[in-house]
């Protein structure tokens, strides 16, 4: 049924679940997983940089070693379960970074991890799962996590 699941990841408790759903149906579907994560670029471009004496110390470095330590996880849960990944790294912003990787590869489903959070939270910043799915034309499961604390 599925031959290519792209699973989006960002690295924390809340893909976690995520992850292991989109490698346990990888194995049993025979698919492809497709494994990205998104480097937001809100997020690294709202530095100056001015605390960094070389440029490759910024705050994108930082997050190019998160990524990097994210899908290498990843791939080793995939590799001890006998599932082909394609590892990729996007910039920009994660939602629409997402759809456009799914739509651009042709995968047959999403796979995104989601945490409880309180409605105040969800009402005031939604989440990029959320967008996701208004965003996405193509299948999406979406794993959710319950988190302490």
Do not use: F
């Not at 001890?80 to 651009?104: C, K, L, W």
């Not at 995968?107 to 939604?126: F, I, K, N």
Request: charged content about 30%; aromatic content about 4%; cysteine-free.
């Amino acid at each position: 049924m599925y031959d290519s699941i792209l699973l989006a990841t960002d690295g924390t408790v809340a893909s976690a679940d995520a992850t292991a759903h989109a490698i346990d149906l990888a194995a049993e579907q025979d698919a492809t997983l497709h494994v990205l994560y998104v480097l937001d670029e809100d997020v690294y471009t709202a530095y100056s940089g001015d605390e960094y004496v070389d440029g490759a110390e910024g705050p994108e470095h930082g997050l190019e070693e998160q990524a990097a330590e994210a899908l290498d996880a990843v791939e080793a849960d995939a590799d001890a379960a006998d599932v082909p990944v394609v590892r990729a790294v996007e910039r920009g912003d994660p939602s629409n970074a997402i759809v456009d990787y799914a739509d651009e590869h042709d995968v047959d489903l999403l796979v995104l991890g989601t945490r409880h959070r309180p409605d105040e939270y969800r009402a005031l910043l939604g989440s990029v799962t959320d967008r996701v799915l208004r965003l996405t034309t193509r299948p999406a499961t979406v794993v959710k996590t319950e988190v302490d604390g």
